[in-house]
């Protein structure tokens, strides 16, 4: 654990439970989920595909109610707050990356990374401002003016981490950030967050695979909406050496406890609408970025994942099909205003 001697906790959930009910079927997406993470912190959050990794962000980053239980949040008890207190700590103390970068594909660079300042009543000079030097933390001084389509998937990406800076956000959450690049340009993006996190940013981050848990300090694994096991990344790393190199992806049940990622639980309800592709303004289509299905080949680090299923990782497209009636959509826009402004324009 580090924490920069201070062990100060900015997340704390009790029993977090968050229920979806499709039909005659309740799904228990997060089934009592009890985590600690603190300050400075960085963090993975690991496990087969349908285990509730993005429920849970979703969760944390207060774009979801849960069904029950406690969630504080830099010493505040979220399920307490109106929701347009909700929006207003989305947008002040989150920042969020995604998978699919989300980000507006009309706009440039400058003007995607100003957008949550704009939502945060921030004036037009101060956005520019701001926005200019979120780029300059990814190194994109120089692209400021490009359009999505005019970036790379790796440069993309940093626009979005860029954008989920911009707010000086208490917290960096970033639901599988490398799932849709090669693998050398997902290094680069890791290269990004260990300078945030350097620099005393929290960071909790979804992912599938070994060599990107590996950068973070420790792995939360969920296994069908629980939390199965928290450890520090050394710690994983070697249970994580006891794998077979070429595991079968296999319609088996997982077999012991003691292999961590095991393949999508039996018996898992329809496939899963992804809350992170749902959530987003104009999810911008990535026909061009390379898909890294494979994992990396780094056995001296640690042996591969079996993809959890069949599927790659979570290849939802962004239109998710809407929950079932009754069910609380995820907020769609995280960037989105509360409906009554603040008083004070933003901070
Ligand atoms: N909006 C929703 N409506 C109904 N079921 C959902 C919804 N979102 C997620 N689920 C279900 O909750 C479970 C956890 O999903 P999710 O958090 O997306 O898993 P992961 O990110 O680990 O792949 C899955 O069984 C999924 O089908
Ligand atoms: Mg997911």
Redesign the pocket.
Known sequence: MSGNGRMESIIVTRDLRKE?V?GTET?H?LAGVDIEILRNEYVSIM??????????MNMIGCLDSPTSGEYVLNGQAVQDLSDDNLARIRNREIGFVFQTFNLLPRATALHNVELPLIYAGVSSRDRQRKAAQALEIVQLADRMDHKPNELSGGQRQRVAIARALVNDPSILLADEPTGNLDSSTSEEIMDVFDTLHENGQTIIM?THEYDIAARSQRVIT?VD?KVEAQMSVDYYLARGLKQPTAAPVAADPPTSPETTPAPAPAG????????ETASAPEAAPEPTAPREVAPSPTPEIAPSVPPPTAAPV?PAPPEATP??PG?PR?ISNPWAPPTTPPMDGGR
Do not use: F, I, N
């Not at 496990?47 to 849970?56: A, F, H, I």
């Not at 898992?268 to 809350?275: G, I, L, Q, S, Y």
């Open positions: 979806y499709m799904v997406a496990g087969p595909s349908g285990s509730g990794k993005s429920t849970l979804v969920l909406g898992e309800p329809a496939p899963a609408p992804e809350p979570d929950p079932a069910t995820p």
